[in-house]
């Protein structure tokens, strides 16, 4: 089950934080890939979904979410320092900015082998949320309708289990993450799937039309 939050969690506050009109312009003159844009939209509205559920401030969770890979693509790290390249580079960017301590070391938390570990809920639910979005993703891909509205939570384990769908995605990640913010993963699969649809046109996964059947005639195949 996905746990709620204690009386005394109190909730975060948006002061003193960046725009996200500013972190949308960092990520897209870092990134030019459509595909990892898209990862970090869905990444945001999964963690703004798990801040409101938490009694969490959506805005700075959201932040955590959105800017979390934007120096992949400048330092995508093949050797996996833990000090230097991707998240290490991005961090010291964001640092020099003035960016807030817990997202930069929610952000550093969320690659495992930088060794930092993740402390807050903030951190273990970007690192629960990373992989398994791309995971979503993939598998909407594969429908008719590369819709995430036709993808639910079952549809997403069972191809979770198949080792030669989405390679990229770390299983143990998404194991792990689920374990370390103590969810159910396939009730923690369907709140993700959920705060995915929400944004489903700006991640590139509100569907496309079905073609038209050969059968059909022109007069069938006008709007109504």
Do not use: C
């Not at 938490?54 to 805005?59: K, M, R, V």
């Not at 960016?99 to 930092?116: E, Q, R």
Request: net charge negative.
């Amino acid at each position: 089950m996905i746990p709620t939050p204690t009386p005394n969690e109190a909730a975060g506050s948006s002061a003193g934080l960046p725009s996200r009109h500013d972190a949308l312009a960092l990520m897209h003159e870092y990134t030019a890939s459509e595909s990892l844009r898209k990862h970090m939209l869905a990444v945001e509205a999964a963690m703004r979904a798990y801040a409101s559920h938490y009694g969490e401030d959506p805005e700075r969770w959201g932040l955590a979410g959105l800017i979390h890979d934007f120096d992949y693509e400048r330092f995508p790290n093949a050797s996996r320092s833990p000090t230097d390249e991707h998240p290490s580079s991005g961090v010291g960017i964001l640092r020099e900015r003035g960016w807030p301590t817990d997202i930069l070391d929610a952000i550093l938390g969320h690659a495992a082998y930088t060794g930092v570990a993740r402390e807050t809920r903030m951190a273990r639910a970007l690192f629960a949320v990373d992989e398994l979005t791309g995971l979503i993703t993939a598998t909407a891909l594969v429908k008719p309708t590369k819709s995430v509205h036709d993808v639910d939570a079952k549809s997403v384990m069972k191809k979770m289990k198949d080792k030669a769908f989405a390679k990229g995605v770390s299983r143990e990640d998404v194991t792990l993450g689920a374990q370390e913010l103590g969810v159910d993963l396939e009730q923690h699969t369907q709140f993700v799937i959920g705060a995915m649809r929400g944004v489903a046109a700006s991640i590139g996964l509100a569907g496309t039309p079905a073609a038209p059947s050969a059968s059909s005639s022109p007069a069938e195949e006008r709007p109504r």
